[in-house]
Nanobody, 115 residues
């Protein structure tokens, strides 16, 4: 499966952004799609996930209430709606898809939040 994330950009604190991730290839085998992020000088961290067919969601504690993950199977798309962005949300955001026991990564999209 191939994944392509988009939607990043430069915004001010308090703004919103919606990231998109389009999947191609073995999309019928996707079990779950997740978003991760990596801030400068920090390790990659989990942001949110959604099961592909069941729509069960999970969020990192610091994102609960501000971020919303969704997916549109008909379009092979996953989204991450990010509200009330903070400077500490600045990071490269990656989407990933789980197929069986493997996690496939897309390229990242940079989100920069200015204070």
């Amino acid at each position: 499966v191939q994944l392509q994330a988009s939607g990043g950009g430069l915004v001010q604190a308090g703004a919103s952004l919606r990231l998109s991730c389009v999947a191609s290839g073995r999309t019928d085998s996707i079990l779950l799609v997740a978003w991760f992020r990596q801030a400068p000088g920090k390790e990659r961290e989990f942001v949110s996930s959604i099961t592909w067919h069941g729509s069960t969601t999970d969020y990192a504690d610091s994102m609960k209430g501000r971020f919303t993950i969704s997916r549109d199977i008909s379009k092979n798309m996953a989204y991450l709606q990010m509200n009330s962005l903070k400077p500490e949300d600045t990071a490269v955001y990656y989407c990933a898809a789980r197929i069986a026991t493997m996690l496939y990564w897309g390229q990242g999209t940079l989100v920069t939040v200015s204070s």
